[in-house]
C-alpha cells in the first residue's frame, strides 16, 4: 500500500521548528531523525502485537456469534472497523514517530490530565479478568479442573512474563508472533476440514449488504462489533509505546521498558529536561521521514489489518458452518463451548480439543497484552508528567502496576465476587467514550503540534472526523442499551 498524497517534498527553504506546547512539558531536543533500516522487514513486530492484542474475544467470540445468528452479511462491518482502526493507529504513531513521545504525552501538552483520564478509563475497562477467565473455562473444557484455580495460575503467569523478561516489548512480541502463527494454522486446517462449501458461497453476502444491518442481533451490538474489529479503547493508544521500543523514528532515542528484576541494570534516573526528540523538517531528514513513514503505514496495514480481517472472516465461516440456525445460543464463552462440541462431532475430538486449546492461549495472550499495555500506559503517564523529577526507573513503576493488577485479579476471583453492575456498564461504555475522545483528540495534536510537512490532512484528517462521530454514535448507543437493561 502506498500512500503518494501522504509524503512530502523538501522545501527550498527552512521549516519552522515543531510548534509544541510546552506549558505542561519541557521543550523537547533536536536531534537528526534516524536513518530508516536498509531491510525493513527486521523491525516488524508493532502490527503484530497490535492484531495479537487483539484477536481475543471479538474474533473468538462475537463475530462468529452473529455470524451464527444472522449469517454473514455482516462482514462488511469487520472491514469498516479495521479500516477506521488502522487510521486512528496511523495517528498515534505519526507522532510518536515525529517527537518519540507517547501520544498521550503529546496530549498532556495541551491539558496536564488528559494521560491520567484516559489511563483511568483504561483501568475501567480492563481491571476485571475476564479474557484470563474465558481462557481458563477452555482450558477447562480440555482438562477438567476448576475455572477459578486456573485462572489465578495464569494471572501469576501473566506477572512473571511481563516482569520477567529482560525486555518487556521482545517478550510480548515473541508470544503474539507465535499466536498468529497458531491461529494462521488453525483456521488453515480448518478451510480444508471444516468450513463447508455452502458457507464459502455465502460469502459475497458480506459485499451485497454493505450499509445493512441484521436488525434482529440490536443496533448497539453490531454497531459494537464494527467499531471493536481488532483492537479498541486504551489499545490503540499503545501503538505508541510499543512503535517507540521497537525504535522506530524519533523513538530510536527512548530507553526500552526492561524488568527492573532481570533487565539491564537500571541507574536511579535524573530528572530529565525533556519528553521526547524532535528533527528539523527539512532535508535528508524530510526524505527519511518519507520512508519512515510509508513503511509504518505498510507493517500496519499487513499485519494489524490484513491478519485481523481475515481472521474475523474465517472464524465467522467457522462458525456458519457448525452453527448457523442453532436457536439458544450464548454471546459469551459458553459459545465457544458449544462450537467445539459441533467441531468434534463434525471432524473428529482431536479438532474439537485443538481449536479449545488455540482458543484458550490466543484469549491468554490477550490478556496478557491487555495487561501489559494497561501497565504501560500508566507507567509512562506517571513518568512523564507527574513524577519526572523522581528517580524511579519506569521500569520500575511498570513493574508494581503489572503485580497490582495481577493481584486485583486474584483478590476478585478468591473473594467469587461477580462483576458489579457498575464496572459492568463502565467496561461497556468505556471503550467508545475513549475512542471518541481521543480521535478528536489526535487530529487537534496532529494539526496543532506538528510542523506543516508532517501534519495531518486530506482525507486522514477526514478518517478522524468520521472517528469522532462513530464512536461518538457508539457511544450514546451504548449507554441508552445498558440503561434500558440494568434500570
Given amino acids: 500500500m502506498t500512500h503518494a498524497d501522504d509524503e512530502v517534498s523538501t522545501p527550498n527553504r527552512p521549516t519552522a521548528p515543531f510548534p509544541m506546547s510546552t506549558r505542561n512539558l519541557p521543550r523537547p531536543e533536536v536531534r537528526p531523525l534516524p536513518e530508516p533500516p ?131 516489548y521482545t517478550a510480548l512480541e515473541r508470544m503474539l508472533f507465535v499466536k498468529v502463527a497458531l491461529i494462521g494454522g488453525f483456521f488453515l486446517l480448518a478451510v480444508f476440514l471444516a468450513i463447508k462449501a455452502s458457507s464459502w458461497r ?7 449488504h454493505i450499509g445493512q444491518f441484521p436488525s434482529e442481533l440490536g443496533v448497539a451490538v453490531l454497531m459494537g462489533a464494527l467499531a471493536y474489529a481488532g483492537a479498541g479503547g486504551g489499545q490503540n493508544l499503545c501503538q505508541s509505546n510499543w ?54 503505514n505498510i507493517e500496519q496495514a499487513i499485519t494489524f489489518g490484513l491478519t485481523t480481517v481475515v481472521t474475523i472472516v474465517l472464524a465467522s465461516l467457522l462458525a456458519h458452518s457448525t452453527l448457523f440456525g442453532t436457536e439458544g445460543l450464548a454471546n459469551n464463552v459458553g459459545f465457544v463451548e458449544a462450537e467445539g462440541e459441533v467441531l468434534k462431532a463434525q471432524v473428529g475430538s482431536w479438532f474439537g480439543v485443538l481449536f479449545w486449546l488455540i482458543g484458550a ?33 519506569e521500569g520500575r513503576l511498570y513493574f508494581w502496576l503489572v503485580w497490582g493488577l495481577v493481584v486485583i485479579g486474584i483478590t476478585i476471583l478468591a473473594l467469587g465476587l461477580d462483576q458489579p453492575l457498575v464496572l459492568l456498564i463502565v467496561s461497556a461504555c468505556v471503550a467508545g467514550m475513549m475512542m471518541f475522545v481521543y480521535s478528536g483528540l489526535l487530529l487537534y495534536l496532529n494539526r496543532k503540534a506538528l510542523p506543516t510537512p508532517l501534519k495531518v490532512r486530506g482525507y486522514r484528517a477526514a478518517a478522524l472526523v468520521w472517528g469522532v462521530g462513530l464512536f461518538g454514535v457508539l457511544s450514546v448507543l451504548t449507554v441508552r442499551q445498558q440503561i434500558d437493561l440494568h434500570f
Fill in 361 to 393: 492461549f490466543s484469549l491468554f495472550s490477550a490478556a496478557t497484552g491487555i495487561v501489559d499495555y494497561t501497565s504501560r500506559l500508566a507507567a509512562d503517564v506517571l513518568k512523564s508528567t507527574y513524577l519526572r523529577d523522581s528517580r524511579i526507573p
Fill in 38 to 168: 536498509r531491510k525493513m522487514w527486521r523491525i516488524i513486530g508493532p502490527g503484530i502485537v497490535a492484531a495479537g492484542v487483539g484477536l481475543s474475544s471479538g474474533e473468538f467470540i462475537l463475530w462468529p456469534y452473529i455470524a451464527s445468528q444472522a449469517g454473514l452479511v455482516f462482514l462488511w462491518g469487520a472491514v469498516v472497523g479495521v479500516v477506521t482502526q488502522w487510521f486512528l493507529n496511523m495517528e498515534i504513531e505519526r507522532y510518536t514517530l515525529a517527537t518519540g513521545e507517547t501520544a498521550i504525552t503529546g496530549f498532556n501538552r495541551y491539558w496536564r490530565h488528559w494521560g491520567a483520564v484516559l489511563v483511568g478509563l483504561t483501568y475501567a475497562a480492563n481491571l476485571w479478568p475476564g479474557w484470563t477467565t474465558s481462557s481458563a473455562t477452555m482450558l477447562s473444557y480440555v482438562f477438567g479442573g476448576d475455572p477459578t484455580v486456573i485462572a489465578v495460575c495464569l494471572l501469576l503467569l501473566i506477572g512473571a512474563i511481563l516482569t520477567l523478561a529482560p525486555v518487556v
Fill in 243 to 296: 512503535i517507540r521500543d521497537k525504535g522506530f523514528g524519533m523513538g530510536h532515542y527512548v530507553p526500552r521498558l526492561v524488568s527492573p528484576v532481570t533487565g539491564k541494570k537500571q541507574e536511579a534516573a535524573a530528572p530529565t529536561d525533556t519528553t521526547g526528540y524532535v528533527f528539523v523538517p527539512e532535508g535528508e531528514n524530510l526524505a527519511r521521514w518519507n520512508r519512515w513513514w510509508r513503511f509504518a
Fill in 202 to 208: 455465502e460469502l459475497p453476502d458480506a459485499v451485497t
